[in-house]
Every structure is written in structure tokens, then in C-alpha cells.
Antibody
């Protein structure tokens, strides 16, 4: 059974870079059948797709975040990562990693809360 | 960007009743629409993909219908655990993938 687990700092200062990693177990980020991506949910609000990456490293980004965003995959570690630069309070959210099958999110991590505050 | 509008924002029903949740797209998404369920404090769970296909392990009381711009999620007979939040999501245009704002199903 595939499981995903997010990890990274829970508190980031404004203007700094948010960095999260998702570790995949029971499955492989080298699979050609899936993309791997990130979704976030601000407190009390809905879901926002951040972006996804294929095992080749080819990324797909939400245009609203593209200028600040890097999503990468490390197949040797079975992990993929998110870096979001120049964060503000508006980036405070629960961040989920998820496996994408045909761009639907069929397996999710439990989520990690990231707060942007000084 | 394709905007998905869900209605109603909140739906009040009783256990055993039938629920119909709606999702309307700002332009056609063909048959590339999914539904997710989110319980409090948990990650969303994929219920339905490509309009009407149930994901693995999803009970038969959940069904989806529609095409183009108008879609429904139907729960045939509500169980107590169904009173949570539901989101639709389109994959017709991945620049960006988008979700609806959610419908909260509450006990009447």
C-alpha cells in the first residue's frame, strides 16, 4: 500500500523560503504511471493545487505561484520536494503531498501545517 | 483558468436521505471531473474520477453524473459519516488544475 509522508519546518519567516519533502513508501517515484505533487489548504478554506512533477523531473506549476516555485523529484531517495520562495502570511496553510494518477490525486499524505510568521 | 462553482455551499439533510451536490465549470471540462471527500483534520479522499468512476474502496451509495460544464455527486442514502465536506476538481486544463470551493453536508 502506497503511503506518503510530508516533512519540513512548521514555521517559516516572511520573505524566506518554505521547503518541504514528501517521502513515498510502498511505491516508486520512478513509476511512469504517476505524477507527484503538492496541494495546500489555508485555514478554514478550500484546496489549491500548487504543482506536480514527473519521474523525469519535468514539472507542472500553478501559474499563480510559478515565479516562486520549484518542485523536484529524487528517485534515488524515493522523495519529491517543494520550495516556495519569498513567503508571506498568505502562504500559511496545510500542505499535502499527493500521488497524481491522470492528474487526479488518488493517494494523499496526512498533511503538514506551515505557518509564516516572524 | 477553469473556475468550478459548487452549490449549495451547505446542504442540510438527515441520515437516510438522498443528497445531490452540484459542480459547474466556467467552460467545458469534457468528462475530466473528480469528487473528493474531506473529513475534519484529514486529507481529502478521492471518491469519483472521470465523472462517474468510483475510486477503489468507495461504497456504491456514491455516484457521479454529468458532462461538459454541469456535474452532480449523488449519495443515495446518507450515513452519519457522510456529513463532511466535498470538493470537485477538474483535470481538463492543468494550467492550473482547479478545485471547487466545497460543499458542506450537515445533519438537519
Amino acid at each position: 500500500q502506497v503511503q506518503l509522508q510530508e516533512s519540513g519546518p512548521g514555521l517559516v519567516k516572511p520573505s524566506e523560503t518554505l521547503s518541504l519533502t514528501c517521502t513515498v513508501s510502498g511505491g516508486s517515484t520512478s513509476s511512469s504511471a504517476y505524477y507527484w505533487g503538492w496541494i495546500r489548504q489555508p485555514p478554514g478554506k478550500g484546496l489549491e493545487w500548487i504543482g506536480s512533477v514527473y519521474f523525469t523531473g519535468n514539472p507542472y506549476y500553478n501559474p499563480s505561484l510559478k515565479s516562486r516555485l520549484t518542485i523536484s523529484v529524487d528517485t534515488s531517495k524515493n522523495q519529491f520536494s517543494l520550495r516556495l520562495s519569498s513567503v508571506t502570511a498568505a502562504d500559511t496553510a496545510v500542505y499535502y503531498c499527493a500521488r497524481h494518477k491522470n492528474f487526479y490525486m488518488d493517494v494523499w499524505g496526512k498533511g503538514t501545517t506551515v505557518t509564516v510568521s516572524s | 483558468e477553469i473556475v468550478l462553482t459548487q452549490s449549495p455551499a451547505t446542504l442540510s439533510l438527515s441520515p437516510g436521505e438522498r443528497a445531490t451536490l452540484s459542480c459547474r465549470a466556467s467552460r467545458t471540462v469534457s468528462s475530466y471531473l473528480a469528487w473528493y471527500q474531506q473529513k475534519p483534520g484529514q486529507a481529502p479522499r478521492l471518491l469519483i474520477y472521470d465523472v462517474s468512476n468510483r475510486a477503489t474502496g468507495i461504497p456504491a451509495r456514491f455516484s457521479g453524473s454529468g458532462s461538459g460544464t454541469d456535474f452532480n455527486l449523488t449519495i443515495s442514502s446518507l450515513e452519519p459519516e457522510d456529513f463532511v465536506v466535498y470538493y470537485c476538481q477538474q483535470r481538463s486544463n492543468w494550467r492550473p488544475l482547479t478545485f471547487g470551493q466545497g460543499t458542506r453536508l450537515e445533519i438537519k
